[in-house]
C-alpha cells in the first residue's frame, strides 16, 4: 500500500510538471502563454515575445522600457495613396495586477508630427495624428494607423481639423500651416492612452524622444504641387 501510495505521489508530482511546462514554453525569444496567463478578453492563446514583457519592471525602468519598445520597433508602411504607422507593442498591467496588452489596457494613441525646414512666425507646421488602439495580427506590433496622403494633399495647406470616412476613428489637425504642404515629417511627441480614465497614459515628449537617439519616425511626403495627380 506505501509503494502505491509512493507511486501516486510521483505520477502526480510528474503530471504537474509536465503540465506546467506545456503550458509555459519558450521558442527563438518568444513566450507562449496559455489562456489563464491573461484576462480573459485577450485572445487565446497569445505568444508574447520577451521584448513586449515590462509588466514586471517599476518606475523608470518601466518608463524607460515602454518608450523605447513604441518607437525603437515602430515602422511606417507605404501603399498607393496612404502611409501607415506601426508602433512597437507591450504587455502592462492593470489595477489588479493582470496583464495584458497595451491595447487592451489603453485605447487611443495620438501622434503629432512637426514640419522639417518650414516654419511661420517662427513656429513649425504640425500634425496631430489620434487613432485607435488595436492590436494587430502580429502582437509584437501596435495596429497601423493609416494617413490618406493623397487625400491630405488634395486639400488646401491650411489650419484644420479634418477626418476621411474611410479612416474610421482617425482625427488629423494642422496647425501653423504656410499654404504648401511640407513633405517631410518627424515624430515630436507620442501619448497612448484611455479615453474615459485621464490617468491611464504613456506619454513620449520631445526630450523624451531626443535622449532616445535618432528619431526611426519620418514621414516622407511626395514633392508635387499642392493637388497632386498621384501618390505611389
Given at each position: 500500500?506505501?509503494?502505491?501510495?509512493?507511486?501516486g505521489?510521483?505520477f502526480?508530482?510528474?503530471?504537474?510538471?509536465?503540465?506546467?511546462c506545456l503550458?509555459?514554453?519558450?521558442?527563438?525569444?518568444?513566450?507562449f502563454?496559455?489562456s489563464?496567463?491573461?484576462?480573459?478578453?485577450?485572445?487565446n492563446?497569445?505568444?508574447?515575445?520577451?521584448?513586449?514583457?515590462?509588466?514586471?519592471?517599476d518606475?523608470?525602468?518601466?518608463?524607460?522600457?515602454?518608450h523605447?519598445?513604441?518607437?525603437?520597433?515602430?515602422r511606417?508602411?507605404?501603399?498607393?495613396?496612404?502611409?501607415?504607422i506601426?508602433?512597437?507593442?507591450?504587455?502592462?498591467?492593470?489595477e489588479?495586477?493582470?496583464?495584458?496588452l497595451a491595447?487592451?489596457?489603453y485605447?487611443?494613441?495620438?501622434m503629432?508630427?512637426?514640419a522639417?525646414g518650414?516654419?511661420?512666425?517662427?513656429?513649425?507646421?504640425?500634425?496631430?495624428?489620434?487613432g485607435?488602439?488595436?492590436?494587430g495580427?502580429d502582437?509584437?506590433?501596435?495596429e497601423?494607423?493609416?494617413?490618406p496622403?493623397?487625400?491630405?494633399?488634395?486639400?488646401k495647406?491650411?489650419?484644420?481639423?479634418?477626418?476621411f470616412p474611410?479612416?474610421?476613428?482617425?482625427?488629423f489637425?494642422?496647425?501653423?500651416m504656410?499654404?504648401d504642404?511640407?513633405?517631410?515629417?518627424?515624430?515630436?511627441?507620442?501619448?497612448?492612452?484611455?479615453?474615459?480614465?485621464a490617468?491611464?497614459s504613456?506619454?513620449?515628449s520631445p526630450e523624451d524622444?531626443?535622449?532616445?537617439?535618432?528619431?526611426?519616425?519620418?514621414?516622407?511626403?511626395?514633392?508635387?504641387?499642392?493637388?497632386p495627380?498621384?501618390f505611389?
Amino acid at each position: 500500500m506505501t509503494k502505491r501510495w509512493i507511486s501516486g505521489i510521483f505520477f502526480f508530482v510528474v503530471a504537474v510538471f509536465i503540465g506546467a511546462c506545456l503550458g509555459r514554453q519558450s521558442w527563438n525569444g518568444a513566450i507562449f502563454l496559455t489562456s489563464t496567463s491573461f484576462s480573459s478578453n485577450l485572445r487565446n492563446p497569445a505568444a508574447v515575445h520577451r521584448s513586449l514583457e515590462f509588466s514586471r519592471l517599476d518606475g523608470s525602468e518601466l518608463i524607460t522600457g515602454t518608450h523605447n519598445r513604441l518607437v525603437t520597433s515602430a515602422r511606417i508602411l507605404t501603399q498607393p495613396g496612404e502611409m501607415g504607422i506601426e508602433l512597437g507593442h507591450f504587455v502592462t498591467r492593470d489595477e489588479q495586477g493582470n496583464r495584458q496588452l497595451a491595447c487592451e489596457f489603453y485605447d487611443r494613441v495620438r501622434m503629432v508630427f512637426e514640419a522639417d525646414g518650414i516654419a511661420t512666425s517662427g513656429e513649425r507646421p504640425s500634425m496631430e495624428i489620434e487613432g485607435p488602439c488595436k492590436t494587430g495580427n502580429d502582437i509584437t506590433r501596435i495596429e497601423a494607423v493609416w494617413v490618406p496622403v493623397a487625400k491630405i494633399l488634395s486639400e488646401k495647406a491650411s489650419d484644420m481639423d479634418v477626418t476621411f470616412p474611410e479612416n474610421e476613428g482617425v482625427n488629423f489637425k494642422f496647425q501653423n500651416m504656410t499654404g504648401d504642404w511640407p513633405t517631410r515629417w518627424h515624430l515630436k511627441s507620442l501619448r497612448v492612452f484611455n479615453k474615459e480614465e485621464a490617468d491611464r497614459s504613456v506619454s513620449l515628449s520631445p526630450e523624451d524622444l531626443h535622449n532616445m537617439g535618432a528619431n526611426p519616425l519620418i514621414l516622407s511626403w511626395p514633392t508635387t504641387a499642392r493637388r497632386p495627380t498621384s501618390f505611389q
